[in-house]
């Protein structure tokens, strides 16, 4: 019998909704690459409801109990004494989510010597050592595509809410009883005309700049992988050979690539200054991507003329992390990609998952990050280690 460690966020501060506000959520059967979405044997839950925290664990408490294996889910993940870290020695699967990551160092995998699998209920798997996993072999596999359209409609409602002022326009209306129309108007302008760029053109890259398409706009990107000629043409896409051509072109930078070496610290002061005076930043991807302190004095200098996203480093964000307070930013907690839309989908791909490692069949292909001691599947064209 296995033993499955898992980690999700705190429940409601308020308890879990008495009812819902909607009914149902809409039934996908294929992401637009064509995959289908999850095909579990069964599921524990309906879809539209809280899994994602503590309380609901991913649906996956029945299946798993039933079956006879441990099943421990905690939102405590910090430090020696924490459950994670008390539970891990000897766990053999542990489920964690980019929302709020355990962070699954090399000092923790050596730790653990029964962990095969690291689930990634999400999409991103840099909470996970991937060096230390390819060394240790443990699996890593994560539900890829769950979200990745949850994500690419966050960052278009996010480059929108910046380029016209959409939040210190609504505080006027909520925080204030007058009818201050120049106050809203002073910083607020049409995305029509501006170059827009996506800073990797994977799944979520590509699903942002379909969307973005019909704004009247000049779409670029940059990403290792160049995509298909009829793509290009499709959308009209300008490509740049790397991200510092890309940056100087465009009014609107949104990234999408994975945290790894390659990625790390990559918007830093010199690229951020070499952005036209009033760009906007958006970063749905990982905080890490960019260097903090230079957003900060990037907002504060006028360079940058709004930022936002939804991801921080560490999560969670300590009291005083400054893109709490910084102005001309739209900053929201992780939620980008655990929509309740998006966890219907990313819980039965992690039961997926398990069901196929507990019986021993392959695991899609496509899940797979790290397997058998490289990385693999999705994993060996998006990451290095
Ligand atoms: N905010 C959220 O809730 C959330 C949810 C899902 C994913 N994400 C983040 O978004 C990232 C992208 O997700 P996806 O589904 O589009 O992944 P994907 O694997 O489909 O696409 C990643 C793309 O990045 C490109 N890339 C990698 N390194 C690069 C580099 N150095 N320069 C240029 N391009 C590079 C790859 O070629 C690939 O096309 C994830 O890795 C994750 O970190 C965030």
């Known amino acids: 019998m296995a033993k499955i460690l898992c980690v999700l966020y705190d429940d409601p501060a308020d308890g879990f909704p008495p009812r819902y506000a909607r009914d149902d959520i809409p039934t996908i059967d294929r992401y637009p690459d064509g995959q289908s979405t999850p095909t579990p044997e069964g599921l524990d839950f309906r879809p539209g409801e809280l899994v994602g925290s503590v309380s609901g664990g991913l649906g996956l408490r029945n299946f798993l109990e039933r079956a006879g294996h441990e099943f421990v889910v905690t939102s405590d993940k910090e430090g020696p004494d924490s459950v994670f870290e008390r539970e891990l020695p000897d766990a053999d699967v542990v489920i964690s989510q980019p929302f709020w990551p355990a962070y699954l160092t090399s000092d923790l995998i050596a730790k653990a010597p029964r962990l095969r699998l690291a689930i990634t209920a999400g999409i991103g798997s840099d909470h996970v050592d991937l060096k230390a996993a390819v060394e240790n072999k443990v699996t890593v596999a994560e539900a890829t595509y769950s979200n990745s359209i949850s994500v690419a409609e966050h960052a278009v409602m996010q480059i929108l809410a910046l380029v016209r002022d959409y939040l210190p326009a609504h505080r006027l209306v909520t925080d204030d009883r007058g009818w201050h129309i120049a106050d809203a108007a002073q910083r607020s302008y049409d995305l029509e005309g501006m170059a827009v760029g996506v800073m990797a053109a994977g799944r979520i890259g590509v699903a942002v700049l379909r969307r973005l398409a019909p704004f009247d706009v000049t779409l670029h990107y940059t990403d290792k992988n160049r995509l298909p000629i009829e793509l290009e043409e499709e959308l009209n896409l300008v490509f740049h050979e790397d991200v510092r051509s890309l940056a100087s072109a465009v009014d609107v930078l949104s990234i999408h690539a994975p945290l790894h070496p390659e990625t790390k610290g990559l918007f830093d002061d010199e690229l951020i200054g070499s952005m036209k005076r009033g760009s906007y930043l958006v970063n749905t991807a990982r905080a890490a991507i960019c260097d903090r302190d230079a957003v900060v004095r990037a907002v504060e200098s006028g360079r940058l003329a709004g930022y936002a996203g939804d991801v921080w480093y560490p999560q969670p964000p300590p009291a005083d992390h400054p893109w709490r307070n910084m102005p001309h930013q739209g900053m929201t907690p992780h939620v980008s990609g655990t929509t309740l839309s998006a966890q219907a989908r990313y819980a ?20 797979l990050i790290v397997d058998q001691g490289h990385l693999a599947g999705s994993g060996s064209r998006s990451y290095t280690t």
Do not use: S
């Not at 992690?350 to 899940?367: F, M, Q, S, V």
């Open 348 to 367: 039965a791909a992690t039961r997926e998952i398990l069901e196929n490692w507990l019986a021993g069949t392959p695991i899609r292909d496509e899940y």
